[in-house]
């Protein structure tokens, strides 16, 4: 689990290679990954947008910049947490992921959140799942 806190909004994420969507021998590999987010703060906020930084294992960037997760734009009360899983695939069998969500909060201020580095490894995952 790779874990950020930035003004109190903690974003937790757990990678999983998942071999049955993938195919090696075709330079497909697919990863899901969940995000629990979680307001330790004492304001309302809502995720406006995400902007991420994928990263394939011979160093070509994908960015993808979008509103909300998952065609949600959850609004989070102190103490409330928001999960979801997605999915990325790769073309090559390893790389990494980072980013930012975009919040606004209840009066308006908007502010970024670090969405913290990951690793997609499919053979790290082989050796640790199978």
């Known amino acids: 689990m790779y874990r950020a806190v930035t003004r109190k909004i903690e974003v937790m994420v757990t990678p999983r290679y998942v071999s049955e969507r993938s195919s090696p021998d075709n330079g497909y590999y697919f990863w899901s990954y969940t995000i629990d987010i979680a ?3 004492t304001e309302t ?7 991420w930084r994928i990263t394939d294992a011979l160093g070509r ?5 979008g509103p909300g997760v998952v ?4 609004t989070l009360k102190p103490g ?3 999960e979801y899983t997605s999915g990325v695939p790769l ?3 390893s790389g990494f992921m980072s980013g930012s969500y975009g919040f606004i909060t209840i009066e308006g201020e908007p ?5 913290p580095a990951f690793s997609l490894d499919s053979s790290l995952a082989a050796r ?3």
């Open 39 to 41: 307001n330790r703060g």
């Open 128 to 130: 640790t799942i199978n």
């Open 61 to 65: 960037l994908q960015e993808v910049k």
């Open 71 to 74: 065609g949600e734009e959850p």
């Open 111 to 115: 502010f970024d959140i670090e969405i």
């Open 80 to 82: 409330e947490s928001f």
């Open 91 to 93: 073309p090559t069998p």
């Open 45 to 51: 906020v809502q995720l406006k947008t995400r902007h």
